[in-house]
Nanobody, 122 residues
Framework: QLQASGGGSVQTGGSLRLTCEDS????????VGWFRQAPGKEREFVSA????????AYADSVKGRFTISRDNAKNTVYLQMNRLRPEDTAVYFC?????????????????WGQGTQVTVSS
């Protein structure tokens, strides 16, 4: 079971760190991704990390501002979000893929946690 946390409300330029904890050992050998969904919009890919943590992928909109990492000893994946913008406002979800590499397509993720709200005000 995946549990996302760390959301909150910040001003433009602020930072947040999201945490995805795996209580069931779901993603020890799986890629983990972060997705987000803004009101009225489809869920979109944000970032992903390979099972080992060595390979990562980012959406163009967050590249250079967000950093994904994982600590397999703690069964935890992090998303450090810096220089936040109002357009980053969304519910953020973490998910585990059946693949080992940092894949992007949403259908390749089959274990989902509940979301955590991120709100960035101008």
């Amino acid at each position: 079971q995946l549990q996302a946390s760390g959301g909150g409300s910040v001003q433009t330029g602020g930072s947040l760190r999201l945490t995805c904890e795996d209580s069931g050992g779901t993603f020890k050998t799986n890629a983990v991704g972060w997705f987000r969904q803004a009101p009225g919009k489809e869920r979109e890919f944000v970032s992903a990390v390979s099972w080992s943590g060595e390979d990562t992928a980012y959406a163009d909109s967050v590249k250079g501002r967000f950093t994904i990492s994982r600590d397999n000893a703690k069964n935890t994946v992090y998303l450090q979000m810096n220089r936040l913008r109002p357009e980053d406002t969304a519910v953020y979800f973490c998910a585990a893929s059946r693949y080992m590499g940092p894949v992007r397509p949403l259908p390749l993720y089959n274990y989902w946690g509940q979301g955590t709200q991120v709100t960035v005000s101008s």
